[in-house]
Each structure stands twice: as C-alpha cells, then as structure tokens.
C-alpha cells in the first residue's frame, strides 16, 4: 500500500488532466479524423474518448500499466470502431463536405483528402479499415496496432491482406 | 508487391501528407472542456480526501498550458484520478463564475478519505 505522504507527493505535481488534455488533443483529433474519415466525426470521437477516460480514472480503471497516452489513443481506437460500426447500420446519406471554419484557412486540402480516404475505404469492414490507416496513415508497427486494437499480430496482419485484396477487388470493378 | 498494393500504399502515404497539419475546429476545446466540467458536477469522488483535492487544484491552476506529454506518462493512476477531477471541477468554475479556482468549492464538492 503506498503511504498517504508518497500520495501527496505525487498531486502536488504541476501537471493535472487538464494538460493531458492539452497535451494529447491535437494528436487524438488527427487520429479519430483519419480513422472516421471526417473531422467533425473525429472531434466527437475524441470528445466521447476524453469522457470515458474521465469515468475510468475516477472508477479506478487505469491501472498505470500503460502509458497514458497510449491508454488514451486505445480508447480513441475503440471509440472510433463503435462510431464506423454504428455508421454502417446506418448508413449515411453522402460524403458531405462539413461547413468551411473560417479561422482554418488551409485546412481544405486536408478535409478533402479525410474525405477522399473515407469514400476509398468505405466498403471495407471498420477492423479492416482501422488497421490498413493506423498501419500506412499512422505509420504503427504491427506490434503497437495490436496492442492499441487489443487482439493478436498475426489478426493485424490478416486484416491488412484482406483489406488490400478488397481494395484491389475494388478498383478493378472501378475500372471496368 | 505488386503494382496494385504500390498503388495502395503511396495512396495512403500522401493522404497521410495531406493530412498531417490538420487540427480541431476553433470551438472543439470549448465545447469539450463543457462536457469535462459536467462530469465533473455529476462526479463524487468518493475515494478523495479533502488535502489530496487541495493538492490537485492547486496543481490545476499552476498547470497551465505548460504541460507535457512527458511529464504525465510519469503519472501513477492516483495521480490522474485527483487530477482529473480537480481540472473537471476548475472548468465547471471558470465557467459558472468567469474567475480563477476557488478551493473551497473543489473542496466541498470532494468530501471523503483517503482510501489508499
């Protein structure tokens, strides 16, 4: 059992959630982004991830074995999978372009390329998807898609052959 | 590989280019810190004790934007327990009285022992 001085120690350091917050948003809205496709979709995943991370930390869940971000990118992950399954029951009516922010001026290429990258991958299966984008967008080794996907490497693996052999599948009917 | 899953990967590739300056919309930290400071009044804390709460607040408000990724990795989940609802708490201030952290309230909201 840690003493309550040790514990005392730890609180009066100077960072707090908040700063993990700071820290750690830009990063996770560029995932959840990419992995949904959509940016206003990402910033929700985001925002759900940082409440479900606020409920763990208070009900005792994390238990410091890993690190917090990448505690916190694997519950983005999980996040991000339920929307893209939530989504394909309900599908939704078109790529819409969201609303132009006026304070992000050069943000439009990115946008576009979000939605070139969702329409290209919109018929592979959200497991398939999530791991073809953390593996080539996010540049993960197959070892840390495991761990943020919480299965094996060898179903990482399996999951980038079938989505490039659905993919392939899938520009060949393009082109016919 | 072949030509096709070339193409696959040099796709993705300048996708992920394309992509790499992109940050939230201007009104993501405001409506995100809302919902923090929401949870934050819903929470109990039953685990807190009342100096341990003063401890994080006070850590709350000299935090700041300064921050790093480094710092917090170094964490225990203690730690990021106080100070999780020492920042939900600062934000549901900031925004009901538009001033900076009042112990008080942090500390009556957060009555309990130490359980540790």
């Not at chain 1, 599908?91 to 609303?99: H, T, Y």
């Not at chain 1, 761990?147 to 179903?155: K, P």
């Not at chain 2, 685990?47 to 607040?57: F, P, Q, T």
């Not at chain 2, 710092?71 to 609802?85: M, S």
Request: with cysteine; glycine share 6%; charged share 30%.
């Amino acid at each position: 059992m840690e003493d309550k001085d040790s514990a005392r120690l730890e609180l009066s350091g100077p960072a707090a959630f908040a700063s993990l917050v700071e820290a750690t948003q830009l990063s996770l809205v560029r995932l959840a982004a990419r992995l949904m496709g959509n940016l206003s979709e990402g910033e929700d995943v985001v925002q759900e991830a940082y409440m479900k991370a606020f409920r763990a930390l208070e009900q005792g869940h994390f238990e410091g074995r890993a690190h917090a971000q990448t505690w916190l990118r694997r519950i983005v992950t999980n996040t991000a999978l339920d929307a893209l399954r939530a989504r394909r029951r309900r599908p939704r009516p078109s790529a819409e372009l969201e609303d132009e922010d006026p304070t992000q001026e050069g943000q439009a290429q990115a946008r576009l390329a979000l939605a070139e990258l969702d329409h290209w991958l919109h018929t592979l299966p959200p497991d398939q998807r999530v791991t073809l984008i953390l593996k080539h967008v996010e540049g993960l080794r197959a070892t840390e898609i495991a761990e943020l996907m919480q299965c094996s490497e060898g179903a990482v693996e399996q999951r980038l052959v079938r989505a490039r052999a659905a993919l392939k599948a899938f520009r060949g009917e393009q082109d016919d | 590989m072949t030509k096709a899953e070339q193409e696959i990967e040099g796709k993705l590739e300048r996708i992920r280019r394309e992509t790499e300056g992109l940050h939230p919309r201007a009104d993501f930290s405001a409506r995100l810190q809302e919902s923090l400071a929401k949870l934050g009044k819903e929470s109990s804390a039953p685990s807190l004790g009342k100096r341990d709460m003063s401890a994080a607040s006070r850590s709350v408000r000299a935090a700041g934007a300064q921050g790093s990724l480094r710092q917090i990795e170094g964490w225990g989940r203690k730690a990021l327990v106080a100070a999780a609802l020492a920042a939900a708490a600062a934000f549901a201030l900031a925004q009901s009285q538009e001033s900076t952290l009042d112990e008080s309230w942090v500390v009556n909201e957060y009555e309990g022992e130490i359980d540790w």
